[in-house]
């Protein structure tokens, strides 16, 4: 038998209405995505206080092009997680922003101009040929030549970001992760700027290895240890799937929020639910979990804002 839930009530906002206050309105809205908004803020605040979980922040590397990037630095400042996961493109994109600035643009505007005046396009952002591959070159090469004069022939991709976070400013995510001691592993470093100047160095220096392996016995080291462990993944992709693949040896995720605008119906891992890893083992079947269909960038700020409130 149907047992339907409580009354749906109206959102009311005045004046004086507070972050935390809305949050409780969404929460008994009855309506679409703002619950699950609501939800996940509860996900979030619980997988916080519980000084037991093993915390692991995913996240796509097109949000570090965008100011999303200092709610992930503030965050990982915050010390709100213990392990991140992510792409090559955030490597790419917080040394290129920690050097050289990125411009606004627009959806429509006309990429055959955009190359032509030395542009490239990411969404609506704007990232100057020169603030990129040519800067991101340099730094890398650098930085690696700084290593290997140190002695290093051997690094795994949570020494080359902390590598990097070293030598990035205040305003970088991958400073702030290495401040904290936070390990950046990005499985798939290969698939950007930096991997290539990776690849790059190597060929001038043939006793250098990427040892991506070292990453596997890092991860397992914290989650073969963790009572429960949680993850906030914001977008879909080798970062989530990387996530959910680690926590599969623990008996799954026991807090779980995933944050993306792709469809599950072509069968991508992108587009799949939280509650559709619970079939792998990826997510204990009675976790907290909740998938927020939402374009990050613009529901992250106000999620993050409510979990500030609520903590303190």
Known sequence: MIEPGRPVEDISIGRGTGIGEIFDGLSRSGGFESVN???????????????????????VGALVSTGARGIIRDMLGGKMFDVVVTTCGALDHDIA???????????????????????????????????????????MQAFLEEEYAKGTRRMSTADITRMIGLHTGED?????????????????????????????????HSDFVLDVSADSELLSGLVFK????????LGGGISKHHTLWWN???GGLDYALYMATADEHDGSLSGAPVREAISWGKVAPGARQVTL?????????????ALLERLQ
């Open 248 to 250: 599969q040896y623990r």
């Open 293 to 305: 269909r939402a374009e990050i960038t613009s529901v992250l700020p106000f999620i993050y804002a």
């Open 37 to 59: 908004m609501a939800l996940g803020l509860d996900v979030l605040h619980s997988m916080a206080s519980d000084d037991k979980c093993l915390r692991f922040l995913s996240f």
């Open 172 to 204: 970088s995510f991958l400073h702030k992760a290495a401040g904290h001691g936070i390990p950046v592993v990005v499985p798939g470093i290969m698939d950007g700027a930096v991997g290539s100047q990776i690849w790059m160095f190597t060929q001038k």
């Open 97 to 139: 922003r920690s050097y050289s600035e990125y411009r606004e643009g627009s959806f429509t505007m006309d990429d055959s101009e955009l190359v032509g005046a030395g542009m490239h396009r990411l969404g609506s952002v704007l990232v100057p040929l020169e603030s990129y591959g040519p800067l991101i070159e340099r730094k």
């Open 226 to 233: 963790a009572e429960r462990s949680g993850a906030l993944m």
